[in-house]
């Protein structure tokens, strides 16, 4: 157990809908990255929060939106949802550039 | 755009064999990282590997870091089928903005059969 918490495990939903994922960092980090894997495209970096302010950005398609709150907690945001949009996500924390440690992650599934 | 490319991307393993796993990257960076997938799990951190020459071990496990080559090799020894799994490795970026992006390589699955 990383000490990284995501929520839900799974997710189905219709196309064109909404949803967010929720991210716990480990206790004591700073930094959350959000993560996306799939057959087609591997593991690829999305996003990255450090103390509520966005650091860096990957191949995240603008349709998609993060944050992360005071309390640290970091929220994805995948609307317009389209097929392809089904994937593993991870979230990942750190105090600020040693090891990411991975959550669970959240399954998504788009019918 | 850094690259990542892992070699081989299938590997089938009988138990108690040796064999590495090349992990090749194409910009400058001093930060390489493996980490292993169980089907349908997270990653768990196997190794951090930080400068130039850097060499760890696990049990069965070494990996090591030549930044001039811009590669790094996980070798396995006298496998077991415990260490069945998808092993990555992950490059982080070079400075500034993308310092704590990682960029993950395709992954090698690795089979370990009796």
């Known amino acids: 157990d990383s000490g990284v918490t995501q929520t839900p495990k799974h997710l189905i939903t219709a196309t064109g809908q909404r949803v967010t994922l929720r991210c716990s960092p480990r206790?004591?980090?700073?930094?959350v990255y959000w993560y996306q894997q799939s057959l087609d495209q591997g593991l690829q970096f999305l996003i990255q929060?450090?103390?509520?302010?966005?650091?860096a950005k990957g191949n995240i398609l603008e349709r998609f939106s993060a944050q992360q709150f005071p309390d640290l907690h970091s929220e994805l945001n995948l609307s317009s949802l389209e097929l392809g949009d089904s994937a593993l996500y991870f979230c990942?924390?750190?105090?600020?550039?040693?090891?990411?440690?991975f959550g669970p992650g959240t399954r998504l599934t788009v019918l | 755009e850094l690259k990542v490319e892992q070699n081989p991307l299938f590997l089938s393993m009988q138990e108690g064999k040796n064999y590495t796993i090349y992990c090749n990257y194409s910009t400058t960076s001093d930060r390489l990282y493996w980490y292993r997938q169980d089907p349908g799990k997270s990653l768990e951190s196997l190794f951090v590997?930080?400068?130039?020459?850097a060499v760890k071990q696990e049990g069965r496990l070494m990996a090591s870091l030549d930044t001039k080559a811009r590669l790094s090799t996980l070798h396995i020894t006298a496998a077991v089928h415990d260490l069945s799994a998808t092993y990555f490795c992950?490059?982080?970026?070079?400075?500034?903005?993308?310092?704590?992006?990682?960029?993950f390589g395709q992954g090698t699955i690795l089979t370990v059969h009796p």
């Open positions: 992950a490059v982080g970026g070079a400075g500034g903005t993308s310092y704590g992006k990682l960029t």
């Open positions: 929060y450090y103390n509520g302010e966005e650091r």
């Open positions: 206790s004591g980090d700073l930094s």
């Open positions: 590997l930080l400068s130039n020459g």
């Open positions: 990942a924390s750190n105090l600020i550039t040693d090891t990411q440690y």
